[in-house]
């Protein structure tokens, strides 16, 4: 069972959710897999404390040009193909520019003199770490690297490869609604869409609602920081149909629970009771799915 | 003209709101909505809009099903699996790199221009304002960002503004890149949490790249003393200028469902704060200039 846990935008608590259903999972006995996929801001393993236990470098295909090989000024082939100004005919020579460079390999393809091989450029690195029966994986993309939609595939694929048939996989996806989201929810069973009462969270919600329904996930809505706004996220939910998970009360205790990178069902009394609640209503809606 | 952005790595801190405060303090100001991801700026300042533009980026292949011969030759070269079983192209997948259209042997698959979303620019009560919104699953393009700032930056051109104040948006990818690049002055947002302050050093980090000075706003105060604390010696030992600091404080949401800033909501508590921020950083600019 895969589920995703989403949110139009950031800050919304989809770490929290996350991480305290991981928590609460594993308590319950299950063998449990988190992906981390906010590979620019990574946050889970503050909450989680895993002891990490294999860091990989991960990299992209970038071209290398055979100079000797290269036919020069009158080909220039490559350059005119790549779509991502990569490559640029200075003076005399092909110039590579590898972080414009998207990996698609079309030059190599295209090259008439078999003058381009591949070489490589860095993107960050991916890690896994393990806490009770969790095992937590994550990327950190490094710093000036644009790319993140690459990096989110390869912690993902290495999840998958790694840890292939978790009782339960976690999905912890990016903010917003665009390629990086795509990337992170693929293959899952279910959605959870975080989200809280103010007009930013209705927002964004309303954004990530209609990338959901796109991509034809089925999901449902946790309300965080309940109590803090107004009702108009509730009464869309209503409107829309959309099955409201659970709601966690917005309480001054949380806030320093969670800005210390505590786990809230292990600090804050009634919480662990919410989460259970979400729990048993986000495998309802995977296994009726399936 | 100077251009100052707003960024804080992780989402949620509160950027939005301090960014709209600081649109009505000082001298007149053109402003940029950079969060094309989940912008929210918008909320707040009820832009009139008198441009719409549609956004144009990359490319998309096609593939025509009449011409196609199911070789797979564009399956197998495509590195995005951006190619269904059935011979379509997954939109939310495909890089518009163009190896498919030059593999193809039947003419079936082209490049076309690809609509990521659509470009804004409108009045509010506070100066001109650059936005977009960005289409559901599209790539969360820096491009787009280069858009709004560029455009931007000739309004405040034509329009003699001394000021282009920046929304940035979240992470540390390609959009925040872009909201970076040729800024005077980028104004860090950071709460005291365990979360916000990594993210904190990983965007500095980002925003050394670029020898951009960083000022820092610290919001949320209150949840968590020892890591404001940490905050405080993080600025001062980078020499991050501490523009002013926020407690925690539900006036900020009760501001948004009011469709307000900070100081329309209440004037006498923020009105001084955000006044202490807009000093500090016009002198800043006026030492600059000496």
Redesign the interface.
């Known amino acids: 069972m895969q589920i995703a846990i989403a949110s139009?935008?950031?800050?919304?608590g989809k770490?929290t959710v996350a991480t305290n259903l991981a928590a609460y999972f594993s308590r319950t006995g299950m063998d449990v897999s988190l992906i981390d996929c906010?590979v620019?801001?990574p946050?889970a393993h503050?909450f989680l404390t895993p002891q990490w236990k294999d860091e990989k470098k991960e990299t992209v295909p970038v071209p290398r040009i055979d100079h000797d090989k290269c036919l020069g000024e009158e080909c220039r082939k490559c350059i005119e193909?790549c779509?991502?100004n990569a490559l640029i005919w200075m003076v005399d020579a092909v110039l590579e520019f590898p972080e414009l460079c998207?990996?698609?390999?079309?030059c190599t393809?295209?090259c008439p003199a078999s003058a381009i091989e591949e070489s490589t450029r860095s993107l960050g690195i991916s890690r896994v770490g393990q806490k009770d029966s969790i095992s937590l994986y994550s990327g950190l993309?490094r710093?000036?690297?644009?790319?993140?939609p690459p990096l989110i595939k390869k912690v993902k694929q290495r999840a998958l490869t790694e840890h292939p048939a978790p009782d339960v996989r976690l999905i912890d996806c990016?903010?917003?609604?665009?390629?990086?989201?795509?990337e992170a929810l693929e293959g899952s069973d279910a959605a959870i869409l975080v989200t809280e009462p103010?007009?930013?969270g209705l927002?964004?919600l309303r954004?990530a609602v209609?990338?959901l329904r796109?991509?034809e996930v089925p999901f449902g809505v946790v309300i965080n920081r309940a109590g803090?706004?107004?009702d108009r996220v509730h009464d869309y939910l209503k409107e829309e149909n959309i099955a409201l998970l659970g709601e966690l009360p917005h309480s001054?205790e949380a806030?320093?629970s969670?800005?210390?990178?505590k786990l809230l069902i292990e600090q804050v009394p009634g919480y662990e009771k919410v989460i259970s609640q979400i729990a048993q209503n986000i495998q309802n809606m995977a296994k009726s799915t399936r | 003209m100077k251009q100052i952005v707003i960024i804080s790595g992780k989402g949620g801190t509160g950027k939005t709101s301090i960014t709209a405060a600081l649109a009505g303090a000082g001298p007149h100001k053109v402003l940029a909505d950079c969060d094309v991801d989940a912008a929210d700026l918008h909320l707040i300042l009820s832009p009139e809009i008198n441009l719409k533009e549609k956004f144009h980026s990359g490319f998309t292949a096609t593939i025509d099903l009449d011409k196609c011969i199911q070789c797979g030759q564009c399956r197998e070269h495509c590195r995005f699996d951006a190619i269904s079983p059935e011979f379509t192209v997954i939109r939310e997948k495909c890089e518009g790199c163009g190896a498919c259209e030059f593999v193809c042997p039947s003419e079936a698959a082209t490049m076309q221009d690809r609509m990521c979303g659509y470009q804004f620019v409108s009045n509010t009560r506070f100066g001109t304002m650059v936005h977009a919104a960005l289409g559901i699953g599209e790539e969360n393009s820096g491009k787009l960002v280069t858009s709004v700032r560029r455009e931007a930056k000739a309004i405040a051109e034509a329009e003699k503004a001394k000021f282009v104040l920046v929304d940035g948006s979240p992470g540390i990818g390609c959009p925040v890149i872009a909201s970076l690049a040729d800024i005077d002055i980028c104004i860090l947002v950071a709460e005291p949490t365990v979360s916000a302050i990594h993210d904190l050093k990983r965007v500095h980090e980002l925003a050394g790249h670029f020898k951009t000075p960083c000022m820092c706003i610290l919001n949320k105060c209150g949840i968590n003393p020892a890591l404001e604390q940490e905050l405080e010696q993080y600025c001062a030992a980078n020499s991050i200028v501490l523009l002013g600091k926020f407690q925690y404080d539900l006036d900020f949401t009760k501001a948004q469902l009011h469709r307000q800033t900070v100081v329309e909501y209440d004037p006498e508590k923020f009105g001084p704060i955000i006044d202490g921020i807009w000093n500090e950083i016009n002198q800043y600019f006026r030492q600059m200039e000496e």
């Open positions: 139009g935008k950031g800050g919304t770490t906010d620019e801001e946050n503050f193909l779509r991502f998207h990996g698609c390999g079309l393809i295209a993309l710093i000036g690297e644009a790319m993140a990016p903010p917003g609604a665009t390629c990086p989201v795509v103010t007009p930013f927002h964004d954004i209609e990338l796109k991509m803090m706004g107004d001054m806030a320093s969670y800005s210390e990178g």
